[in-house]
T-cell receptor
Framework: DAGVIQSPRHEVTEMGQEVTLRCKPI?????LFWYRQTMMRGLELLIY????????DSGMPEDRFSAKMPNASFSTLKIQPSEPRDSAVYFC??????????FGSGTRLTVV | GENVEQHPSTLSVQEGDSAVIKCTYS??????FPWYKQELGKRPQLIID?????GEKKDQRIAVTLNKTAKHFSLHITETQPEDSAVYFC???????????FGPGTRLSVLP
């Protein structure tokens, strides 16, 4: 298994632009999580899905952020419009339930 | 909601010495406590975990202890090596593999 696959690895965009981050979880994992990591706030849970259904999105900062999981093998996190304070590393993780997460390699987002 | 604190924030030890990182949690319903290691620029990786029905778990040089009464758990690394240098995150979950709350991290430096 290739693990959790995220794309792109790096993204530099201008303020106000739309940004879409992508994630392919490990096959058979029922849970998918989106985390944001910054020096100031550490690892923050943004949203998680169970069997493609969003369960808890209370961590999504504001309406500019949205996430979808149209099927078991793909999820997106979209920021529209992006702002400099959104600059962070965004991790996707998946788990088979009753076990620890496997994280993807992350997307380093820089909004200038 | 759950709150996880972690101490110390930085830790330096000599190669061969032991390192101990402590975490406390607030939600007595938490039942799963994983530890992640994150090397610079890489993804967090699960190194050990413990469930609430167990007081201690060991895997080679790494061990985790759990005190449910006091609501704290600790990571113990013995015979430290330079490759143990990384940021270590503890986490707690009320529902095993779901919705972890992470501690702020401990930066461990093992000095040769």
């Amino acid at each position: 298994d290739a693990g959790v696959i995220q794309s792109p690895r790096h993204e530099v965009t201008e303020m106000g632009q739309e940004v879409t981050l992508r994630c392919k979880p490990i096959s058979g994992h029922d849970y998918l999580f989106w985390y944001r990591q910054t020096m100031m706030r550490g690892l923050e849970l943004l949203i998680y899905f169970n069997n493609n259904v969003p369960i808890d999105d209370s961590g999504m900062p504001e309406d500019r952020f949205s996430a979808k999981m149209p099927n078991a093998s793909f999820s997106t996190l979209k920021i529209q419009p992006s702002e400099p304070r959104d600059s962070a590393v965004y991790f996707c993780a998946s788990s088979p339930d009753l076990d620890g997460y496997t994280f993807g390699s992350g997307t380093r987002l820089t909004v200038v | 909601g759950e709150n996880v604190e972690q101490h110390p924030s930085t830790l330096s030890v000599q190669e061969g010495d032991s390192a101990v990182i402590k975490c406390t949690y607030s939600d007595s319903a938490s039942n799963y406590f994983p530890w992640y290691k994150q090397e610079l620029g890489k993804r967090p990786q699960l190194i050990i975990d413990i469930r609430s029905n167990v007081g201690e778990k060991k895997d080679q040089r790494i061990a985790v202890t759990l005190n449910k009464t006091a609501k704290h758990f600790s990571l113990h690394i013995t015979e430290t090596q330079p490759e143990d240098s990384a940021v270590y995150f503890c986490a707690a979950s009320v529902n095993y593999g779901q919705n972890f709350v992470f501690g702020p991290g401990t930066r461990l430096s093992v000095l040769p």
